[in-house]
């Protein structure tokens, strides 16, 4: 999810992934498998990416929560119960 959405944001911009790589101070190996969900990205780096491609960090933190939410809870029975549950106390507590 927020991997494809970063491989998207670079390619649209023609920016190579050793050049993305270099501007987060990170190996490019790494990078392409934050890219491909195989590894997960830091919210500090979610942060640099919003800067690099002016992006709203509303929209890149949604997608990178989402997607470590979905990745903690793989596999596991009541998915649906349990983060309905959990929605509905996080609003209760607004």
Not at 8 to 21: K, M, P
Not at 64 to 86: F, H, P, Q, V
């Amino acid at each position: 999810m927020i991997g494809d959405r970063i491989r998207e944001l670079r390619e649209g911009e023609n920016i190579l992934l050793r050049q993305l790589a270099a501007q987060l101070d990170m190996d490019t190996a790494l990078l392409s498998k934050m890219e491909r969900g195989d590894r997960q990205f830091r919210k500090e780096e979610i942060l640099e990416l919003a800067k690099i491609f002016h992006q709203s960090e509303k929209e890149l933190l949604t997608l990178w929560l989402a997607d470590r939410i979905l990745k903690s809870t793989e596999g596991e029975a009541y998915i649906s119960e349990a983060l309905n549950l959990a929605l509905t106390t996080y609003q209760q507590s607004l």
